[in-house]
């Protein structure tokens, strides 16, 4: 039986593959919050090994590298986070650690935008992240690269610069949960799909960028991303009417 919907449904949100070949579907985007001690310093929180804690962002916040990002609204601190990107390829629940790389199809270079203004306000007042973390063109992300020959990425450089100058410099061997852990607890909590994406947390260096800045990153073995920031979505002005308002 042919769905039927009432209006054409979006293309699915997608994330290009390294050397072509098609691109990657996007289901879910799952980010680890605070994974490098030093990075939990700087936001003024213990870096001890406490279990991880997740939040999203939508699968349609992905956007290329090479992008121009407009600078979003409702914000006056717009900040970078250069990640560790991990995409799973196969289902697994309550998967064990052991088995959690057997769930990975590649990983990536990727970029979580955040409102880092939005995000505090809301961390202070005990509030979901959503509005720091989860808005348009949030997630940018450079091409993946499948897992070759069942080598996993565990060491290796991560890096970012503003305008050339680098801000964030630390290596994979850092990260508090490294990438079989992290896997192991989401699986815990619901059904990993493929599709889904891990970004698996930012080091130290986070800072705020403005239109026309450009940011560049990488990490040794993954290639490197790069974004620019646009000037902010024009808003329409409104007049309100009786039955509503009307864009003048």
Known sequence: MTMSYVFDPPAPPSVAMAGGGGRFPVRRIFCVGRNYAAHAREM??????????????????????????????????????IEFVVAIGREGFDVGREAALDLVFGYGVGID??????QLEARDKGRPWDWGKAFDQSAPIAPLHRVNGGR???????????????KQDADLTELIWPVPDIISILSRSMVLKPGDLVMTGT?????????????????DGLGEIGIAVGKPIARRSQRVVRNGPESE
Do not use: M
């Open 44 to 81: 003024g929180k213990d870096p001890d090994r406490e279990p991880p804690f997740f939040f999203t962002k939508p699968a349609d916040a992905v956007v290329d590298s090479g992008a121009i990002v407009p600078y979003p609204p409702e914000t006056s601190d717009f900040q970078y986070e």
């Open 113 to 118: 935008l955040t409102r880092r203004d939005l």
């Open 152 to 166: 996993h990425p565990a060491a290796g450089r991560i890096w970012l610069a503003l305008n050339g100058v680098v």
């Open 203 to 219: 080091p130290a260096g986070v800072g705020t960028i403005v239109a026309g800045d450009k940011v560049t990153g990488g990490i």
